[in-house]
């Protein structure tokens, strides 16, 4: 028993130490002082003050963009090499593995910059498709590992009984397959999403000149000072992913579990 | 011609051979059991007759058809999986209609026949449930079903009881039978349970490291085993390994690795001077105080239990143990350790097995 | 071989094409010379090393890295046994709860720490109302101090989650049975639970412990101008002074160390397995 309350107790203060940042800048977005000073008084200010930045929101549209579209990618390539693997040997699915989990032990600001010397030695300037290309390759490892854990928990008896029963390969696929798939394939792309929407280094890299995205923006906001508008679309991105991170989680208990008991 | 005919089966995985040169013959209608132990090739036998797995030589023969280069969905042949494989995502229903889906059923045909099979296997009721929210057995039936309502030419079942507790197992082995019979398909059933292989099967094949030992009906796969390795996987035997010495009258005289000599006797000559296993069930043992006649040996209970309808007893016996089982008519045991007891079995009973 | 195996390909191009090659270009360029010496040369590896001001800030970030990973284990394992071994009701709450900062921005994140660590921000204020705090400045920000707490509460999720997955996979019947045998629960730990769960710790210390050495944007924004790390000299060649080739021979320099560090951990694991 004490050791239950001691362990609630350290939960507790790890907690603390993790929402706590997260928690005041939520707050202080909503405070009425541009330098977020006590006593606090609750304003909606700068929220207007954000939606009327218009560069801001454009960032954020394109932000969004790229994360949907490296999303897509991220899911059908990786949904198609997680099938297409399974007819390799052990050894050969190990050096798929390392190379999927390659970009995730790499510093980032390696691959950002490494692609951009690719652009250079090819005599291209950034451009969106290499930027989308970086984010592909950083966000694939997570979309992989949950359709590939998903797969994995698939029996293969499953395909082999619809053969059985007479549904050929693209049958077996469309029928069975990628139903029982989808909902990975779906928690896999929101993940590769967050990933994306988020990603800083990759984008600072290889967004073409004058354009940004909403981390860029973001991060040139913080060096320049202080603006509450900032916290307000922090709060915000911070919100989405509360949202968006209780749906994966209630999307793969129920895949993962529902199916199989 | 056989219904289905296999013909020199062989596969090799990393240079280990599977399936070492396989034939066998199956007549319409038979309820065909591979048994053997865990890695005799039973379960690859059996899938590569489904067409999951590609044989490296030999032939598959169904109906006068070879089918080796079929793909599975193309064979027509029904196969009720270890783990059943049922759809998680479909109901008991559209689990059942897939494989008639695939044959480009009409709508209303489809669910005349889903609910004909649904009868059969009793699961009237049932139709919307989903996999997860049935018991084991039910899950079992509506693999049944799913495999059958594709009147599939051959039917294929895969340890399909093994992972049902013991009482359900012994209710679905009856039930299985009946339906099997009532449909009349020819079945192949893959198990490594000797007692489930000779309550259900017409005929047995006992398979050991890629080969068929003994291909035959219960009965004589029981009472006749051809080899060692046989008797000794479908029930208990002890086994007297030795040779011939020689031969008085009826009675032949063993000569025992460790010495010691066994008399017997045995419907069949095996003549004198060969090496051999002598066998004998322990069920077949007749034990008493006194001197029976015919042959026996003298041995000493090391050791008893009661098992309710039987009394199990280790014996020794010429320098080594061996084991009776009696039916215990009077409701105890005949016999107390340290008895010493004659040892007999009547000559039909004799097993001569190669070494 | 089957068609379907054709369908690893589009993925395997990707990542070689994109991953893989323009690391050997990176390779290729450190070699070029950024002030228009022709030909090959090692110009940029010899100005790193010759100049103590490079070799001071690796260290530096050699040290920070270690540091951040060290307190993530020491905050972090807990935490993980915590959740895998004494909470066993309210369990799933408290990993989605440990989840949610893993994937939340790690932008935002080290930028909430500004609010709250800097100079008449929450924290002092808050330290003040309780009399721990009196008058001046916090001088937090912009110090090593604060990157340092910046990226443990980034990095620390990792510790946990990975630690957790091989602690949660301890059957308790094997403590019971250490408990059986006679072990105190000090022995129980370091002769059971710790060497059962070595390889979370090591995956974690992996995770945690590269990016730190390639991070320079939680440097730049909670650190300032005390905030210099290899990271922030990399993007000042690419962002600032425009010395591509030097900083594509900086950034193998890093690389090398984190597949050195990365070789020297996986052996640390693999020898635990070993004994273990």
Known sequence: MAKKIIGWFYSIIILIFFYAPVAVLMAMSFNKSRYGALPFEFSTEWYRVLFSNQKLIQAALDSLAIAAVTAVLCVVLGTAMML???????????????????PLVIPWIILG???????????????????????????????????????????????????????????????ITLPMLSPAMLAG?????????????????????GKTTLPIEIYSSIKFGFTPEINAISSIILAATLLMITVIAVLMRSSLMRMFK | MPFLSIKDLTKIYDGQRVLDSISFDVEQGTFLSLLGPSGCGKTTTLRVIAGFVRPDGGSVNLNGILINNLPTYKRNIGMVFQSYALFPHMTVEQNIAYGLEQRRLPRNEIRKEVAQVLEMVQLTGYEKRKPKQLSGGQQQRVALARALVIKPSLLLLDESLSALDKKLRVEMQVELRQIQQKVGITTIFVTHDQEEALTLSDKIAVMDKGRIVQLDTPVNVYERPATTFVAGFLGKANFFKGSVVEKHGDVYQLKMENGHVLPFES????????????????????????????????????FTTYAGDRSLYRLEALGQTIEVERQNSLGISE????????ISWDKSNTLLLDR | MKKKALLVSPAMFILIAFAVVPLFIMLYFSFISDGGVPGFTLENYARFFSKPLYLALTWKTIKMSALVTLISILVGYPMAYIIAKIIKSGREILLLLIIIPFWSSQLVRA??????????????????????FKGGELGILFTQTAVIIGLVHIFCPYMIITSYMTLEKIDDSVLEASKSLGA?????????ILPMSKAGIVTGAILIFVPCLGSFVEPRILGGVNG???????QDQFFEIYGWNFGAAIAFILLAMVLVSMGVMSAVNRRGEENG
């Open chain 1, 113 to 175: 910059l490494s692609l951009l010397l690719l652009l250079r030695a090819l005599g291209l300037d950034r451009n969106y498709a290499m930027l989308l290309i970086g984010h592909v390759v950083v966000s694939f490892p997570y979309a992989v590992m949950v359709i590939g854990a998903r797969l994995e928990d698939m029996n293969s008896e499953i395909q082999e009984a619809s053969y059985n029963l007479g549904a050929n390969e693209w049958t077996t696929f469309k029928r």
């Open chain 3, 184 to 192: 105190n629960p000090i022995t129980t730990f370091l002769r059971v």
């Open chain 3, 228 to 234: 210099s790390v290899i990271g922030t000299v990399i």
């Open chain 1, 189 to 209: 792309g929101f993940l590769a999403f967050m990933i994306s929407f988020d990603n800083f280094v990759l984008s600072y890299f290889l967004i073409p000149t």
């Open chain 2, 267 to 302: 419907l069949r000559d095996p003549g004198v001077g060969t090496d051999l296993t002598v066998a004998v069930r322990p069920e077949k043992i007749a034990l008493s105080g006194e001197e029976p006649e015919g042959t026996w040996i003298k041995g000493t209970v090391k």
């Open chain 3, 111 to 132: 930028y909430s720490w500004m609010n709250l660590l800097r100079d008449g921000g929450i924290l002092q204020d808050f330290l003040a109302k309780l009399h721990l």
């Open chain 1, 84 to 102: 297409g693997q399974r007819e390799f040997n052990s050894r050969v699915k190990a050096f798929f593995n390392s190379l999927v989990v390659f």
């Open chain 2, 335 to 342: 016999f107390k350790i340290h008895d010493e007891v004659y």
